[in-house]
């Protein structure tokens, strides 16, 4: 009998034990969490948020309280990420998380981006772990964004201008990455790998000519790819940078090195123009698209070729 009683109670305090254990289930989410992100430069920006939806309610001054604190979507507060140092609305913003944050007007909105980024809510936020903050205009949409989010527009190779949309309002910035920024994230690349072909110099002498930044560097790689070897694209690279860096005899050598080398490749023709439109040798440039458009296969080419040389004066 004892030993039933025994059992009995055992059996009784397992049962209370278990009851006692927390349950979590993994539920929808009311406000689904959502991922936003795109690369200026090579640099990343992103966003980690909750988005929330208006379900007939009014937002601007009610639900969202004007002139208060606000974690800017759902549950934990916004998380803002940049993978380089940039600049917001002309302010600078060193590499990191921050936790975003808002306080909404009006007429006008103050952008918070805290130090610290791990918070639930804005409800612990602390203005002495600001690393930024900046005043910006709220614009009224002819649109209706049900659910909150973020986007990115007007984006340049240097910029992108981002948005808070939600219940006819936008709230605009703007991030800014240097080109120095990305110039040196290029730098470091030939460190690696790349630096022993001649086609990863090749390309950053490209990228230097293509945004007319730093073309001084922008030769020392293209002479770096033609030391690797030489070939139609790296003469005709290296010609076009002596020229720029104001080396304008050295450069026609390369060009004339072009079609003296390559005399039945239609691309060294045109590659030799090209240095020499730089140079602004005109009657030499205006006879080697020319003579390109003879050797060219294709009509539409020949076509461009033609255009090329006729709009020379």
Same mark, same amino acid.
């Given at each position: 009998m004892k030993t039933l009683h025994l059992l009995f109670l055992i059996a009784i305090s397992s049962t209370l034990a278990n009851a006692q254990l927390p349950v979590s289930l993994t539920l929808p989410q009311a406000s689904p969490f959502e991922e936003r992100s795109i690369t200026i430069g090579l640099t990343e920006i992103s966003f980690e948020y909750s988005s929330v939806g208006i379900k007939d309610r009014e937002i601007w001054g009610e639900l969202i309280p004007f002139g208060r604190v606000w974690r800017t979507g759902a549950n934990k507060n916004t998380i803002f990420t940049v993978s380089d140092d940039v600049l917001i609305n002309g302010n600078e913003l060193k590499v990191g998380s921050y936790g975003f944050h808002t306080i909404p007007g009006e007429e006008e909105w103050i952008i918070i981006f805290s130090n610290f980024s791990e918070a639930w809510g804005s409800y612990f936020y602390d203005e002495t772990e600001d690393a930024l903050r900046i005043t910006v205009p709220s614009e009224v949409m002819d649109s209706k964004y049900e659910w909150m989010k973020f986007s990115f527009s007007d984006y340049t190779a240097t910029s992108v201008e981002i948005s808070l949309k939600w219940a006819y309002r936008k709230i605009p910035f703007m991030v800014e990455v240097p080109m120095e920024t990305t110039f040196a994230n290029i730098e470091k690349q030939f460190k690696t790998r790349p630096a022993f072909s001649w086609q990863g110099w090749i390309q950053g002498a490209n990228y230097t000519l293509n945004n007319e930044y730093r073309m001084d560097k922008g030769l020392e790689w293209a002479e770096q790819a033609l030391n690797r070897e030489r070939n139609l694209q790296t003469v005709?690279?290296?010609?076009?940078?002596?020229?720029? $860096?104001?080396?304008?005899?050295?450069?026609?050598?390369?060009?004339?090195?072009?079609?003296?080398?390559?005399?039945?490749?239609?691309?060294?023709?045109?590659?030799?123009?090209?240095?020499?439109?730089?140079?602004?040798?005109?009657?030499?440039? =205006?006879?080697?698209?020319? =003579?390109? =458009?003879?050797?060219?296969?294709?009509? $539409?080419?020949?076509?461009?070729?033609?255009?090329?040389?006729?709009?020379? =004066?």
């Open positions: 005709g690279t290296v010609g076009k940078l002596y020229v720029i $860096n104001e080396q304008k005899s050295k450069g026609l050598e390369f060009a004339k090195e072009l079609t003296e080398t390559w005399f039945e490749n239609w691309q060294s023709y045109y590659s030799a123009a090209e240095i020499y439109e730089t140079a602004n040798e005109i009657e030499l440039a =205006k006879e080697s698209y020319l =003579k390109a =458009k003879e050797l060219v296969p294709d009509e $539409n080419s020949k076509l461009l070729l033609q255009q090329r040389a006729d709009r020379l =004066k």
